[in-house]
């Protein structure tokens, strides 16, 4: 069983990319909404979210976590992760792997304040290709939104739209730095373009789930997943059965942290 979490609905995103990926692990997914957004909290609090977030999936039992918050692998990059009895998939640490052999010069990394202030992206795209040109671009305005269950409307477009327009010249790549922003997709597409391509980091840690499921050997499962956050169950109930389209999973509530 996997263990994925997010500060609430972004996930999904990586949820999906699993599901596609075709890894059929059963999955818990923890959305820990008493805290969203978490692109505005301090390093020393994301800290203290991730030990709790990896320590609550721990105590439901999964073999392994794929993390699905990219603000808490870059607190993770800079301070430590804390250590767990099962691996932990780093979602920047595989999309900066990603990176090696790319055709692109000048990427655009578009994620939360915090992640942008650790720098992490950028590290980890030049680990990978030093010839690339990265800009980190902080999109404050996107996850409310997205939370808000607002993601088709006019503000969000808006809202991308002013986030594209952050973006320097010749960028040919953006980089969804932030696990909410794919369901934003529709408006990024329209305001970039086809001729910027746009990379959702899911897709690369869908793949090395999928190997980590080989190498663990575990069990098949039977993709089925149990959702649980510890904001609003009902709100967040009606998010996962539109943004996932599964109409089995269990929701369920946990007491506020
Ligand atoms: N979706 C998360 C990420 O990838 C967190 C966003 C937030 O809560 O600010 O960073």
Not at 40 to 54: I, M, P, R, V
Request: hydrophobic share 45%; glycine share 8%.
């Amino acid at each position: 069983m996997l263990g994925l979490y997010d500060s609430g609905l972004g996930g999904l995103t990586v949820l999906a990319a699993l599901r596609a990926a075709g890894v059929d692990q059963d999955v818990v997914y923890f959305a820990d909404q008493a805290h969203v957004p978490y692109g505005d909290k301090s390093d020393a609090q994301l800290h203290g979210y991730l030990e709790e977030n990896l320590a609550l999936l721990g105590g439901l039992g999964v073999d392994a976590v794929v993390t699905a918050c990219n603000t808490t692998c870059a607190v993770a990059e800079r301070y430590g992760w804390p250590a767990t009895p099962f691996p932990v998939l780093d979602l920047i640490a595989t999309a900066g792997r990603s990176f090696v052999g790319t055709p692109h010069r000048r990427v655009a990394v578009v994620a939360t304040v915090a992640t942008v202030r650790s720098g992490a992206y950028a590290r980890a795209i030049r680990a990978a290709a030093p010839q690339v040109e990265v800009a980190e671009v902080a999109a404050p305005s996107l996850v409310p939104i997205v939370e808000r269950g607002e993601a088709d409307s006019a503000v969000a477009r808006t809202a991308v739209d002013a986030v594209v327009a952050q973006l320097g010249p010749d960028v040919d790549a953006l980089v969804y730095g932030c696990t909410h922003y794919p369901l934003l997709d529709r408006w990024f597409a329209q305001a970039l373009g086809p001729r910027i391509e746009r990379i959702d980091p899911a897709v690369a840690q869908a793949a090395a789930a999928q190997r980590l499921v080989a190498q663990l050997d575990l069990t098949p499962g039977t993709s089925s997943t149990a959702y649980y956050t510890n904001g609003d169950a009902e709100a967040f109930e009606t998010a996962v059965r539109r943004w996932t389209g599964d109409t089995a999973g269990r929701v369920s509530a946990l007491v506020s942290r």
